[in-house]
C-alpha cells in the first residue's frame, strides 16, 4: 500500500500463470488497474479501468532505469534506481502531469522491491556443491 497526493493504493498479486497487478485505492477491492509483465520480465502494459493504457520498459545493464510512456509513445515518467533501491525520478516537462502519474511512481517502487525480494530469495536458497 502507497499514499500520493492524489490518493491511496493498493497492489496485489493476482493470478498464477499468468501473474498481474492488481491496484485498487485504499478504500475499495474494485481495481483501479491492471499491470501485466511482460513474460521478459523488462517490460509490461498497465491498463486503466477506463481503458488507459502506459507502457513500462526498463533499460540498462540491471534494468535500473523504468520509463513509463503515454498511449502516443511519449515518455512520461523515468525512474533509476541505484544499489541501495533508492531512485532518482525525472517527469517530462512536455508532458501535462496527470492523476496516475503518482500511481505509475508508486507501481514502480512495488516492482523494485518486488525484484529486489525475489532476487534475495533466490541468492539466499542457492546452494553450491561440489
Known amino acids: 500500500t502507497g499514499a500520493t497526493s492524489t490518493g491511496t493504493y493498493h497492489f496485489q498479486r493476482v493470478g498464477f500463470w499468468k501473474g498481474r497487478i492488481a491496484v485498487s ?3 475499495s477491492d474494485t481495481p483501479l488497474a491492471v499491470y501485466a509483465p511482460h513474460w521478459t520480465g523488462n517490460r509490461g502494459e498497465l491498463t486503466l479501468a477506463n481503458g488507459t ?3 513500462r520498459t526498463q533499460r540498462g545493464f540491471w534494468h535500473q532505469t523504468t520509463e513509463w510512456t503515454d498511449a502516443e509513445g511519449q515518455w512520461m515518467v523515468r525512474a533509476t534506481a541505484n544499489w541501495r533501491s533508492q531512485m532518482l525520478v525525472t517527469l517530462n516537462a512536455t508532458v501535462p502531469t496527470r492523476p496516475e502519474t503518482g500511481m505509475l511512481l508508486l507501481l ?3 516492482l523494485t522491491a518486488v525484484a529486489a525480494m525475489e532476487a534475495s530469495s533466490v541468492a539466499a ?3 553450491a556443491t561440489s
Do not use: A
Open 25 to 27: 485505492d485504499g478504500d
Open 53 to 55: 493504457i502506459f507502457q
Open 108 to 110: 514502480t517502487q512495488y
Open 125 to 127: 536458497t542457492t546452494v
